[in-house]
């Protein structure tokens, strides 16, 4: 009888997961306003153009809720020109989150903190470099992705500068992150990629006017899609 109600159990919180999904599948393609993320009814607006979902994964936190992960490619004449990486639960909590580790981060290009408190709102953006390669530490959605583009052939860059935002309240959370590639802009690669390495660090962007100019122009656009981004948050849609 007990292994019985266990299992009825079992598929009973299993059933409630899967009703609390908002699912994609790779190879979807979106041109839209605004992509609807979270089940509880909250959407990331996207950028002009054509964006292709490359890898999404649902897994659940160590609180056992749902989130739902996706990779999302902006593809143009065969060459990565954007990306998108987006986190987000599935249902709403009642307890909050954990202050965010990005938030608090000081050694990237720019960071701006709003509010960062454990269980209540948080909200900041910041500005950082990536050092684009595939690593085999990488979350699923993300090994997704660059299977997506080995797969396709597709061209792309080996830094791309990213615009991330933390958003999150006593019952919502969002992650979201928008990179560019800055070499569609005439800037030459990186002599040295690693983050670390890299010119486009934060040590010595300076010493490269080009990489300073266009990470001054990202800020200017992350500082204006920050609104946008939030309005999108804070919207219940159906």
């Known amino acids: 009888m007990r292994i019985f109600v266990a299992i009825l159990l079992m598929v009973s919180v299993s059933g409630c997961v899967q009703a609390h999904r908002q699912t994609y599948t790779v190879g979807d393609t979106f041109q839209q306003q605004s992509l609807k993320v979270s089940a509880s009814g909250f959407s990331i607006p996207l950028p ?82 990536l050092y684009m390669s595939p690593n085999p530490k990488s979350a699923p959605e993300i090994k997704q992705a660059w299977e997506y583009i080995i797969d396709h052939k597709l061209k792309f860059p080996t830094t791309m500068i990213s615009a991330q935002y933390r958003l999150a309240s006593e019952m919502k959370m969002l992650n979201v992150m928008y990179a560019f590639n800055p070499e569609i802009e005439g800037i030459s690669p990186a002599k040295n990629p690693r983050w670390l390495d890299s010119d486009w660090h934060r040590a010595r962007i300076n010493f490269h006017p080009d990489r300073l100019e266009y990470v001054e122009t990202i800020k200017k656009w992350a500082s204006e899609w920050h609104p946008v981004v939030k309005s999108n948050y804070e919207h219940r849609g159906k």
């Open 48 to 129: 002009e153009g054509n964006w292709i979902m490359a890898g999404f994964n649902v897994d659940s936190n160590n609180a056992n809720s749902p989130f739902a992960r996706g990779t999302l490619l902006r593809v143009t004449d065969g060459v990565v020109t954007g990306m998108i990486h987006y986190d987000a639960p599935q249902i709403l909590d009642r307890w909050g989150y954990k202050e965010s580790t990005f938030c608090k981060r000081d050694d990237i290009l720019h960071i701006t903190v709003n509010s960062n408190f454990k269980g209540r709102e948080q909200d900041c953006w910041g500005v950082n470099h």
